[in-house]
């Protein structure tokens, strides 16, 4: 039996954009959490938090639009397509973030206040942009046969505004744990109360998702509660509750790590259960991984490359973690 080339791309893709979300979420929220501390000093160490690793988060994003060019480039030119305009804008969120980034640490006291605004409107427009291609993409694509014919602005409903200001808050909620890690004193006594509350929204968001999904979305609703699906859905919402459980144990017990992972696997089960909705189709409601896939010889060839880079790209990360692990405090720095 031949090796199932358009599957195997889908798991690579899938891992890329799932790595991107972990690794790049808690920056994204260490921004967007800017506004609610105004002391220098506490700005410094949430960004000196990041500093080392933040820009080779964006690697997976990278790799993830490269794979679906190269393996699926139907669905790169439908999604391209159609959500042209939240895209541009969350790669402008992401430059602004950049130049914030590098431009704070180095401009007179007077014009830093100036830099940390674009480094909050930057996180919080590329956040909420992903968030809103998140609701189109489960909203579907209007299509005729493998040909986008939808609008410029299909992209913005209801749905998919509410899906943005949920991913706010779950990367929010990433960049709170992450600094519950990373930082001491009164800064991680503050994060500590902000983390119940990022705690809250996202269980409300969560469940307000699932059930406005399931009640627009006859399709994917039927595919959760149809067989095999539902055995691999059942456990999502009840894992849900169990990790949320957990996480609210680990922060009254002043856990460190641990609200920073379950987080994680709270992330997960939530992207996990994108993907049961939407599994085999990448171009919701209808074209499957096979219907979009390239040919073979091009699947073969750049599986090859990937196979090569990801084993590269997992070690130098590891590495750079591994590298600037432990605590940050006021005055350390990496600029």
Partial sequence: MGIDLPLVWAVIIVFAIMMYVVMDGFDLGIGMLFPFFQEKADRDVMMNTVAPVW???????????????????LAYSVVLTALYLPLAGMLIGLIFRGVA?????????????????????????????????????????????????????????P????????????????????LLWKTEG????????????????????IVVVSLWTALAQPGIASRWFSLPNLLFFAPVPLLVGLVMWALLRALARGAELAPFLLTLALVFLGYSGLCISVWPN??????????????????????????????????????????????????????
Wanted: with cysteine; net charge positive.
């Fill in 159 to 178: 749905f998919s505004v509410f899906t943005g200001v949920g991913l706010v808050v779950a990367y929010m909620l990433l960049g709170s744990t992450w």
């Fill in 55 to 73: 820009d080779g988060n964006e690697t997976w994003l990278v790799l993830g639009g490269a794979g679906l060019l190269a393996a699926f480039p």
């Fill in 282 to 335: 990448i171009i919701p409601p209808g074209i499957s991984i096979h219907e979009a896939a390239g040919p073979p010889q091009s699947l073969g060839f750049t599986l090859v490359g990937a196979l090569l880079i990801i084993p590269v790209i997992l070690m130098y990360t590891s590495l750079a973690y591994w590298v600037f692990r432990g605590k940050v405090r006021d005055g350390d720095g990496y600029h």
């Fill in 186 to 205: 009164r800064l991680h006594d503050e994060m500590r109360q902000q983390t119940r509350r990022w705690i809250w929204a996202l269980l409300a968001a």
């Fill in 101 to 157: 980034f590098e431009f704070r640490f180095k401009t007179e006291a007077g014009k830093r206040r100036l830099w940390d605004q674009a480094f909050i409107a930057g996180s919080y427009i590329a956040t909420f942009c992903q968030g809103m291609v998140l609701g189109a993409f489960v909203n579907g694509f209007r299509m005729q046969g493998q040909r986008f014919v939808g609008g410029a602005l299909d992209w913005i409903t």
